[in-house]
């Protein structure tokens, strides 16, 4: 088992709710509890942790794969430094990704107006938020300082497709072999479709 499910041999089965299994555990002060499939019980459905004196999170697992990652997504980029003072996006792609799943867990709008942990709550501020980049997050017009050009055979999930006039997406993957298709993470105006 990974280390990081580790936590499940202490779990106790706690019933059933909505065709899933719950399994609990109490880890210091946190409570968490796994949800599995019914039908398929080594496929999680949701976790929630709770703790005192905290707001309750809930992980919904849309997709999830037994499969160990590919090395890569570990990787930091050579080309990590500074530039005029702000920090580079220089993080391991499984770092972008996991930082691009909290906005969309805890379902940040879009509104150019406000910010989320100091982030403007736009498709920049929203990469540069996965990134890890200055806050508030660069601009698409300035995504280039922090971002370079690469071929499309190139593209690893935490890599972004850049529209330096209108759009940028955090690229999460191809979703077909022949690269005709693909998953991104985005922060984009509601009933906008692209």
């Known amino acids: 088992m990974p280390q990081l499910w580790n936590w499940l041999s202490l779990a106790t089965y706690a019933g059933n709710k909505d065709s899933t299994y719950l399994w609990t555990a109490t880890i210091g002060y946190a409570t968490l509890t796994l949800a599995v499939n019914a039908s398929y019980p ?14 309750e999170t809930k992980y919904i697992f849309y997709n999830f794969n037994t499969a160990v990652p590919a ?12 530039t005029n003072g702000d920090k580079l996006g ?9 930082n691009a799943k909290v906005w969309v867990a805890n379902h940040v709008p879009y509104n150019q107006g406000a910010d989320y942990g100091g982030y403007r709550e736009d498709c920049s501020g929203y990469v540069s938020m996965c990134w890890e980049s200055a806050k508030p997050g660069h601009t698409t017009s300035t995504m280039y300082e922090i971002a370079s050009p690469i071929s499309k055979d190139d593209l ?6 850049l529209y330096a006039a209108e759009h940028v997406v955090l690229f999460g993957g191809w979703t077909n072999s022949d690269k005709s298709e693909y998953q991104a993470y985005e922060e984009t105006r509601p009933g906008r479709v692209l």
């Open 90 to 98: 220089c993080v391991a792609r499984a770092t972008a990704i996991a």
């Open 71 to 82: 090395s890569s997504l570990f990787n930091v980029p050579s080309e990590c430094g500074t």
């Open 42 to 55: 080594s496929v999680p459905v949701y976790l929630i942790r709770s703790a005192r004196d905290e707001k």
């Open 156 to 161: 690893q999930p935490g890599d972004c497709l």
